[in-house]
C-alpha cells in the first residue's frame, strides 16, 4: 500500500479520519467531485454513491479506496446536525467497499452544487 494513515500524538485523534497521511507511491490520482447522478433522496444516499463512484473512478486507475491519501467532501447548506447521516453513507459506503481507511479529510459547508438535487460532492486524490 502507498499510503500510512497516522495520527501523531500531539494532535488530537479524530474517529472518522486520520491527521496525516504519508505516501510513498509514485503515481497520483486526482479524482474529480462525484456526486449521485440519480440524485439519491437524502445526505447519507448521496454521500454513500459519492464513495461508491470515487472507487469506480480509483479501480479504473488501477487503486482502490485504501490508496486515498485526502478526501474533500462539499455539502449544501452544511451544519453540524446533519453529521450523523453523513456519517451513516460514510458507512455504509464503507461496508460495500470493504475498507476501513480513514484518510485526511476536509468538509466544507457550500450555497450550492451543479444542480439543486445534489446535496453532496466528494473529491480524492490518491497515491499508487
Same mark, same amino acid.
Given at each position: 500500500?502507498?499510503?500510512?494513515?497516522?495520527?501523531?500524538?500531539?494532535?488530537?485523534?479524530?474517529?472518522?479520519?486520520?491527521?496525516?497521511?504519508?505516501?510513498?507511491?509514485?503515481?497520483?490520482?486526482?479524482? !474529480? %467531485?462525484?456526486?449521485?447522478? &440519480?440524485?439519491?433522496? @437524502?445526505?447519507? /444516499?448521496?454521500?454513500?454513491?459519492?464513495?461508491?463512484? #470515487? +472507487?469506480?473512478?480509483?479501480?479504473?486507475?488501477?487503486?482502490?479506496?485504501?490508496?486515498?491519501?485526502?478526501?474533500?467532501?462539499?455539502?449544501?447548506?452544511?451544519?453540524?446536525?446533519?453529521?450523523?447521516?453523513?456519517? !451513516? %453513507?460514510?458507512?455504509?459506503? &464503507?461496508?460495500?467497499? @470493504?475498507?476501513? /481507511?480513514?484518510?485526511?479529510?476536509?468538509?466544507?459547508? #457550500? +450555497?450550492?452544487?451543479?444542480?439543486?438535487?445534489?446535496?453532496?460532492?466528494?473529491?480524492?486524490?490518491?497515491?499508487?
Amino acid at each position: 500500500m502507498a499510503v500510512t494513515l497516522v495520527d501523531p500524538p500531539e494532535l488530537p485523534e479524530i474517529d472518522v479520519y486520520r491527521q496525516v497521511a504519508i505516501a510513498s507511491g509514485t503515481k497520483l490520482v486526482f479524482v !474529480a %467531485g462525484q456526486v449521485d447522478w &440519480a440524485a439519491g433522496t @437524502g445526505l447519507a /444516499a448521496q454521500v454513500e454513491q459519492c464513495y461508491l463512484n #470515487v +472507487a469506480t473512478a480509483l479501480a479504473a486507475a488501477g487503486g482502490s479506496f485504501d490508496d486515498v491519501a485526502k478526501l474533500t467532501c462539499y455539502v449544501v447548506g452544511w451544519t453540524p446536525d446533519k453529521m450523523p447521516e453523513l456519517l !451513516a %453513507g460514510i458507512a455504509r459506503a &464503507a461496508d460495500k467497499l @470493504g475498507t476501513t /481507511a480513514k484518510p485526511p479529510a476536509s468538509l466544507i459547508g #457550500v +450555497a450550492a452544487l451543479d444542480v439543486p438535487e445534489h446535496l453532496v460532492e466528494v473529491e480524492a486524490t490518491a497515491v499508487l
